[in-house]
């Protein structure tokens, strides 16, 4: 059971160029979402799928889309990269415990734009 | 507007002591508040959760204190360990997704180191 997986662990891009990160989990739970982290800033909703076939936005999704491809998979695509976008991206997942979520996270992609 | 607030950017504390962790919230609709552990390098884990409806947690060395009234939570390790030593961000929900899931807020993170 790996839990929440994302590749790849690191990415260099140039601006304007265009990347899709990568997010499973192999845990069935039906949402899953997408963080952003910066210095100071803590982590920030980007987009979330609260169940497969839904996508919606979250606090800062300027620059970027997703896809649900299924139920373990959501993917973060960055269209034309800007230096803004260097951050630590994590995925995460959640499962109801009683009548609350509790949000699993994966180790993150650290991505930088030049 | 930060809704979740961490003014403390870090905190050293004695192993062995108590580690008090505090977070301040505006948004009086949260009902769900909880704390994460961030090593370096890694995603963060859930450490302990708390709703509204009640005003103490405790998981182990682990006990989460809300006070509503004052908008205000504390997460309180007792005794520290060094192991402890990690970034801790405290987390508010106020909506849950239809389909499922909720959306947390996220304060800014305490780097707690804890010395021998």
């Known amino acids: 059971n790996a839990g929440v997986t994302q590749t790849p662990k690191f990415q260099v891009l140039k601006t304007g160029q265009s990347m899709t990160l990568q997010c499973a989990q192999d845990?069935?739970?039906?949402?899953m979402y997408w963080y952003r982290q910066d210095p100071g800033m803590g982590l920030r909703l980007i987009y979330y799928?609260?169940?497969?076939?839904?996508?919606d936005k979250g606090e800062v999704p300027n620059g970027y889309n997703v896809s649900r491809l299924n139920k373990r998979e959501f993917s973060l695509r960055l269209e034309s990269a800007a230096p803004s976008q260097t951050s630590v991206y994590f995925c995460?997942?959640?499962?109801?415990?009683?009548?609350?979520?509790?949000?699993?996270f994966g180790p993150g992609t650290r991505l930088t734009v030049t | 507007d930060q809704q979740v607030k961490q003014n403390s950017p870090s905190l050293s504390v004695q192993e062995g002591r108590i580690s008090i962790l505090n977070c301040d919230y505006t948004n009086s609709m949260f009902d769900y508040f909880l704390w994460y552990k961030k090593y370096p390098a890694e995603g963060p884990t859930f450490l302990i959760s708390i709703s509204s409806i009640k005003d103490k947690n405790e998981d182990g060395r682990f006990t989460v204190f809300l006070n509503k009234s004052a908008k205000h939570l504390s997460l309180h390790i007792v005794p520290s360990q060094p192991g402890d030593s990690a970034v801790y961000f405290c987390?508010?929900?106020?909506?849950?997704?239809?389909?499922?899931?909720?959306?947390?807020?996220f304060g800014t993170g305490t780097q707690l180191k804890v010395e021998l």
């Open positions: 799928s609260a169940s497969e076939g839904t996508t």
């Open positions: 845990m069935n739970h039906n949402s």
């Open positions: 995460a997942s959640s499962v109801v415990t009683g009548a609350y979520y509790e949000q699993y």
């Open positions: 987390a508010a929900s106020a909506q849950k997704l239809t389909g499922g899931g909720n959306k947390l807020t």
